[in-house]
């Protein structure tokens, strides 16, 4: 049986605050060749998940402490959906290739993701062109404005 424990995720969560990305996770996949990628992320706020899309498969989260805004977009960069995952939402399935970004809203959030495997890094294309990249000046500003982005509101301030 695999499990994560309340314990382990008191400490991913303890690892993520002292992580410079703000992240940590914890596979029970067990190797990244997995067919099925399957993982909790503790992400504190201020990390940044930059504007991306996975055009092979399809990303399930569910939280499983905290908070978490979602934004999906079209392809012209315009918010088509939103949800706070743990308060709106419990579960959320992104369709592949689906431009979207997460946001943290909690101290201490954790979140589960399952897709498709392989792992396969993000390439370049399948980042929302303008966006900054993690460590570029603008990242505050995007979070900020994921915080409250609504539905119709356009990434087009990145252009």
Same mark, same amino acid.
């Given at each position: 049986?695999? %499990?994560?424990?309340?314990?382990?995720?008191?400490?991913?969560?303890?690892?993520?605050? =002292?992580?410079?990305?703000?992240?940590?996770?914890?596979?029970?996949?067990?190797?990244?060749?997995?067919?099925? =990628?399957?993982?909790?992320?503790?992400?504190?706020?201020?990390?940044?998940?930059?504007?991306?899309?996975?055009?092979?498969?399809?990303?399930?989260?569910?939280?499983?402490?905290?908070?978490?805004?979602?934004?999906?977009?079209?392809?012209?960069? %315009?918010?088509?959906?939103?949800?706070?995952?743990?308060?709106?939402?419990?579960?959320?399935?992104?369709?592949?290739?689906?431009?979207?970004?997460?946001?943290?809203?909690?101290?201490?959030?954790?979140?589960?993701?399952?897709?498709?495997?392989?792992?396969?890094?993000?390439?370049?294309?399948?980042?929302?062109?303008?966006?900054?990249?993690?460590?570029?000046?603008?990242?505050?500003?995007?979070?900020?404005?994921?915080?409250?982005? %609504?539905?119709?509101?356009?990434?087009?301030?990145?252009?």
């Amino acid at each position: 049986m695999k %499990q994560i424990t309340r314990v382990e995720l008191v400490e991913l969560a303890a690892q993520a605050s =002292q992580a410079p990305r703000l992240r940590a996770n914890r596979n029970l996949h067990p190797e990244l060749q997995d067919p099925v =990628q399957r993982l909790a992320i503790a992400m504190e706020p201020g990390t940044y998940v930059r504007v991306h899309r996975h055009p092979h498969t399809f990303e399930l989260l569910t939280p499983l402490n905290g908070r978490f805004v979602v934004l999906n977009f079209d392809d012209e960069g %315009q918010v088509t959906a939103r949800t706070i995952l743990g308060e709106d939402s419990a579960v959320l399935e992104t369709p592949a290739n689906t431009w979207h970004a997460v946001l943290s809203l909690d101290v201490s959030g954790v979140i589960f993701e399952v897709k498709q495997g392989a792992y396969q890094p993000v390439a370049a294309e399948d980042f929302w062109p303008g966006s900054p990249a993690e460590g570029e000046p603008g990242t505050e500003q995007v979070m900020a404005w994921y915080e409250v982005a %609504q539905v119709g509101d356009s990434l087009a301030f990145l252009n």
